[in-house]
């Protein structure tokens, strides 16, 4: 029994894993409810609806204002609680029960266990949340926030055909997607400008990193830490087909980083601008380039 009882809204993606932990969500909200807390569990039938619902619950003021909010399901989900706590001092924690759970992974939330990753919540909800960064993209359609990884290139059309399948189930369909979109694989030419310098690059792949990977565990930046103050720009030059299969089993291990097509850099603010690209955040879709990317230190107030 907590010896100190919180107001805690849980959020739950019913799609999580395409439904196939849809127990998850309920579970949590009993462990919850016996440990002591004040629970309201939101669940909506879409992601927009339940970002309202969770708004709206976070946003109750006076003795009714939640001190902290749980998200079970993926990166997506991670992306709701990213986007409505940035810079509000209210906390989130991560159930993971999603296809890639990357941020999870990052923060070092067991991903196997129901209760190991609940034992980890119980902890923080106690000890006190851990402050990290995020980053912020400021597009045509306004600012998205981030905890994980922005994508703006072959990884970002990835991702973009990712979404759109509903087979097969789990971290495997980015693996698929990714061989599927090998085919017209090219490098572009961006414009980038990292704090203040511009410059012309051609590129197959570019991300921008608060946390280590993305994909489902694909450790694009091995060396990215949530709380330092920077984000990690992470490029690969051109490359053939052939070139790029070997370098892909490299980055689950991280032993990419000394190729010398691959380069990356910490910074606290790039502009990426490239023509046909869509950029993601956290496997969320923001839009078209350009984007420009900033560091806001502290924006994060994390259960973990």
């Known amino acids: ?118 034992a980890v919540l119980r902890t923080a909800l106690s000890a006190g949340a851990r402050t990290i960064d995020a980053g912020r993209v400021h597009h045509a359609g306004g600012s998205t926030w981030f905890g994980g990884v922005l994508s703006a290139g072959f990884d970002a059309l990835v991702n973009e055909r990712a979404n759109r399948m509903k087979r097969p189930r789990g971290a495997s369909r980015y693996v698929i997607a990714l061989l599927a979109e090998l085919v017209t694989l090219r490098a572009r030419s961006y414009e980038l400008t990292v704090d203040g310098a511009r410059s012309i690059v051609s590129a197959s792949l570019i991300a921008v990193a608060n946390n280590r990977s993305l994909g489902g565990g694909m450790t694009v930046t091995p060396d990215a830490v949530l709380d330092d103050g ?35 850099s910490r910074v606290s603010r790039v502009s990426i601008d490239a023509d046909d690209v869509i950029a993601y955040a956290d496997g969320e879709r923001v839009g078209p380039l350009p984007v420009e990317v900033e560091v806001v230190p502290g924006a994060l107030r994390i259960l973990a």
């Open 1 to 118: 029994m907590p010896t100190s009882p919180k107001r805690i809204v849980v959020a739950i993606n019913p799609s999580a894993s395409f439904g196939s932990r849809s127990a998850t969500g309920p579970k949590v909200v009993d462990a919850l409810a016996a440990d002591g807390h004040d629970v309201t569990a939101v669940a909506q039938p879409d992601f927009a609806s339940l970002t309202s619902a969770v708004r709206q619950a976070l946003d109750a003021g006076g003795p009714a204002a939640a001190d902290a909010l749980v998200v079970v399901g993926g990166d997506g989900m991670v992306s709701l609680a990213v986007n409505v706590t940035a810079e509000t001092g209210i906390p989130f924690g991560i159930i993971p029960s999603g296809t890639g759970n990357d941020m999870a992974r990052g923060l070092g939330i067991p991903l196997d266990s129901l209760d190991d990753a609940l």
């Open 230 to 264: 920077l984000l990690d720009l992470f490029r690969v030059g051109a490359l053939s087909r052939v070139r790029f299969l070997r370098l892909f089993p490299k980055v689950f291990s991280g032993s990419h980083t000394g190729l010398d097509i691959v380069d990356i």
